[in-house]
Nanobody, 126 residues
Framework: QVQLVESGGGLVQAGGSLRLSCAAS????????MGWFRQAPGAGREFVAA????????VYGDSVKGRFTISRDVIKNSVYLQMDSLQPEDTAVYYC???????????????????WGKGTLVTVSS
């Protein structure tokens, strides 16, 4: 089994930055593709970014491309999301995800994801 715990969310003004962390426990996490999704109240779960277990392949959603950067520390078994130029539209609960069966490209679809974290709230004020 894999457990995912997000941290780093909070309140930030528009134009600011935040860095989210996702700590993975369980040996299987070291060979899983990992990614980030977000969900605003009343909205569906939106793909943000993903990478392969080696970190060699990365994929970004169109709405965050050029502003967010995903990275991974294999030794620490953690994945990070550096969020720059934040906008009020980025306000959401951000969820970490992992799946041993998927490529980074295949992480774009939230349905039937193998593992989810419980989320961390990011609020961007005007």
């Amino acid at each position: 089994q894999v457990q995912l715990v997000e941290s780093g969310g909070g309140l930030v003004q528009a134009g600011g930055s935040l860095r989210l962390s996702c700590a993975a426990s369980g040996r299987a996490a070291s060979s899983a593709s990992m990614g980030w999704f977000r969900q605003a109240p009343g909205a569906g779960r939106e793909f943000v970014a993903a990478l392969s277990w080696t970190g060699g392949s990365t994929v970004y959603g169109d709405s965050v491309k050029g502003r967010f950067t995903i990275s991974r520390d294999v030794i620490k078994n953690s994945v990070y999301l550096q969020m720059d130029s934040l906008q009020p539209e980025d306000t959401a609960v951000y969820y970490c995800a992992a799946d041993r069966r998927r490529t980074a490209q295949e992480m774009r679809v939230p349905r039937d994801m193998e593992y989810w974290g419980k989320g961390t709230l990011v609020t961007v004020s005007s």
